[in-house]
């Protein structure tokens, strides 16, 4: 299911730094959430390593299961 703007409600286009919509030229950043619960997650960097970790339970999350999705503005 693509992400739609919250601007025009046009299908936003996923880019190296995040998300673009076509339509209104808007640029929303990508946030990694959890895919067992939706909730973001917290980056881990070490050693030129990034991980990923949920801290509602479910530990670390591998890379290939993190979701990316728009970082929306708050409301």
């Keep these: 299911m693509p992400h739609l703007c919250p601007q025009c409600q046009h299908p936003l286009n ?10 209104c030229h808007h ?3 990508q946030c990694a959430v959890c895919p067992d619960c939706q909730q ?3 980056v881990l960097k ?6 990923y970790f949920c ?21």
Excluded: M, W
């Design 14 to 23: 996923p880019t190296d730094t995040g998300f673009t919509c076509d339509n």
């Design 27 to 29: 640029h929303y950043a």
């Design 40 to 42: 973001p997650l917290q």
């Design 46 to 51: 070490a050693c030129g390593a990034v991980d």
């Design 55 to 75: 801290q509602h339970g479910h530990g670390l999350i591998s890379k290939k299961r993190v979701e990316f999705v728009p970082e929306l503005p708050a409301s």
